[in-house]
């Protein structure tokens, strides 16, 4: 990222990246949350549990810039974090996390969505079908086009199920049959985690910034989001103290 005067975040990979490592993590109690948690975007109840790398400072958000990036501070500088990206990853990590224990309880809709597909897309999910099912994604063949989502992941809200399941079609489409199914579990993962995230033009109270900042900092401050978009730029103290010829 080559902005003048900001140095980009420390760069700190997701371990969920590279080819998962035989599971080392002892997996702290988390909760993904219901749907009429999340309708506003952000479901604050749920909780990477104890911070992964205590030694990253907490950092205080002061507001937003333009509805769309949070601006924080600590000690050591002011970060400028763009809050799609880190939800997003922030969902991500909560969803992977849940998967090693098992799988995601789905929502249950009280009248089902029935959506139209071409035929390949069909096809593309009910190959899928084992694995959507571990995130709670029900799907069933409803007749000519239509596929029928009887329960969905309960980081969705019911409005972003059918953009999802399109999206989800889609990435998958693009797996060939032989690929490790933790590729397509981190596919699935990164889909929802994106459809799920508060965009941007948004705007957030402090106790959303101050949520999104502190599971953040669970997920050891990964500076790239499950797509490859940075999620922190930051402003160096040093940089700060010497563009004002204090140093
Ligand atoms: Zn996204």
Request: glycine fraction near 6%; aromatic fraction near 4%; hydrophobic fraction near 40%.
């Amino acid at each position: 990222m080559a902005i003048p005067g900001v140095l980009a975040g420390a760069s700190v990979g997701s371990r969920w990246i590279p080819p998962m490592s035989a599971s080392p993590f002892a997996a702290p109690p988390t909760s993904v949350g219901n749907a009429d948690a999340v309708l506003d975007g952000i479901d604050t109840r749920a909780s990477l549990g104890p911070a992964s790398n205590p030694n990253i400072r907490p950092m205080i958000p002061l507001g937003q810039f333009r509805d769309t990036f949070i601006i924080a501070i600590d000690d050591e500088g002011i970060a400028i974090i763009d809050q799609h990206v880190a939800h997003e990853r922030v969902l991500f990590e909560q969803v992977m996390e849940k998967l090693t224990s098992g799988r995601m309880e789905g929502q249950r809709l009280l009248t089902p969505l029935v959506i139209e597909m071409s035929p390949a897309q069909r096809q593309t999910l009910a190959q899928h079908a084992p694995t959507l099912d571990r995130f709670g994604l029900e799907i069933d063949e409803f007749g000519g086009d239509s596929l029928r989502l009887a329960a969905v992941p309960p980081l969705l809200s019911p409005s972003q199920c059918e953009s999802a399941v399109r999206a989800l079609a889609d990435d998958l489409e693009g797996l060939d049959g032989g690929s490790r199914i933790e590729d397509a579990l981190r596919r699935i993962a990164a889909t929802m985690a994106c459809h799920a995230a508060v965009k941007a033009n948004y705007p957030l109270t402090l106790d959303k910034m101050r949520y999104i900042l502190e599971e953040l900092r669970r997920t050891a401050y990964s500076s790239v989001c499950p797509h490859g978009r940075p999620v922190v730029l930051r402003l160096t103290r040093r940089e700060i103290e010497r563009n004002f010829q204090r140093i």
